[in-house]
């Protein structure tokens, strides 16, 4: 199958009209974080798979899908535009350093120097690489966490043949990646915290609420099918999301393959039992 292929933005010349610095001075790294094993595991997710990719063809057809279906599909199409054919084995070498490093020591503690002792390069060499330096790497990271992240939600999805399913299965991914993957937290984490800084490039914040938006129609269509019957679906969506975000902090996973399928069922109740709640009671 045709690998979908991108928009050159996708890939960095949107950086040409940032502005951004080509260079940063060095900064020195906090005391190493208790996660940092876990990290440096999470890291070597992000390497290429070409079986990783999404399908460059939609799945039902739009005028006679159920939204859900539908929601599915836009997810789709937007993932469509990714072109990972110019990840070359240095590119992703810097990737998973800048996402280790971050895990380990704070995002705000990286820098070109660090990164370049990580992978045994020179920082001037990664320029070759990442032409605007450290936000353009923030960007691509994100990138790639995420067209992970929504491309296994549609490999699940696109294996249910009814609403309950397709909820349940929505619930299940997040839950277990949430559990299973440190660098989701990382990314959590910095999202929050742009909120109230604003340190990230504009970009990676624009790109984050778009993919955001479309991920979460697909719970809003599903709920609506489900029999979701108040007013705001969309607060009830993020109050669901919000769950799924924190499963670490809720749910005491052992480690072992019987606890995630434990904690993957107590977020089905509670997100299923909160179908039946007003947010907003009049």
């Not at 290429?48 to 460059?56: K, Y």
Request: proline share 4%; net charge negative.
């Amino acid at each position: 199958m045709e690998r979908p292929r991108l928009s050159r933005s996708w890939r960095g010349d949107r950086f040409l009209a940032g502005g951004l610095h080509r260079r940063e001075a060095p900064r020195r790294l906090h005391q190493r974080s208790p996660v940092a094993t876990d990290c440096a595991r999470e890291s070597t997710m992000l390497r290429i798979d070409a079986a990783d990719a999404v399908p460059a063809t939609a799945g039902a057809d739009p005028a006679h899908s159920s939204p859900r279906l539908q929601s599915a599909d836009e997810l789709r199409e937007y993932l469509a535009k990714a072109d990972w054919t110019d990840m070359g084995y240095r590119r992703r070498q810097i990737l998973e350093a800048f996402v280790e490093l971050a895990c380990a020591y704070g995002y705000a503690s990286v820098s070109m120097r660090n990164i370049g002792e990580k992978v045994g390069v020179k920082a001037p060499s990664i320029y070759r690489h990442f032409e605007h330096g450290r936000d353009e790497i923030v960007t691509e990271a994100f990138r790639w966490h995420f067209y992970r992240f929504a491309s296994a939600v549609l490999d699940e999805v696109d294996a249910t043949d009814n609403v309950d399913d397709f909820w349940n299965a929505m619930i299940r991914v997040h839950l277990r990646r949430q559990l299973e993957s440190p660098e989701n937290n990382l990314w959590d984490i910095l999202m929050a915290s742009d909120r109230i800084a604003g340190f990230l490039p504009s970009e990676t914040r624009a790109e984050y609420y778009q993919w955001l938006g479309l991920y979460e129609r697909m719970y809003e269509a599903a709920a609506i099918e489900l029999g979701y019957k108040f007013d705001d679906v969309a607060k009830f969506v993020k109050v669901v999301v919000k769950v799924l975000d924190t499963a670490s902090e809720w749910c005491r996973w052992d480690g072992t393959a019987r606890g995630l399928n434990h904690c993957v069922d107590q977020a089905t109740a509670i997100s299923r039992a909160l179908l039946g709640v007003d947010l907003d009671p009049a």
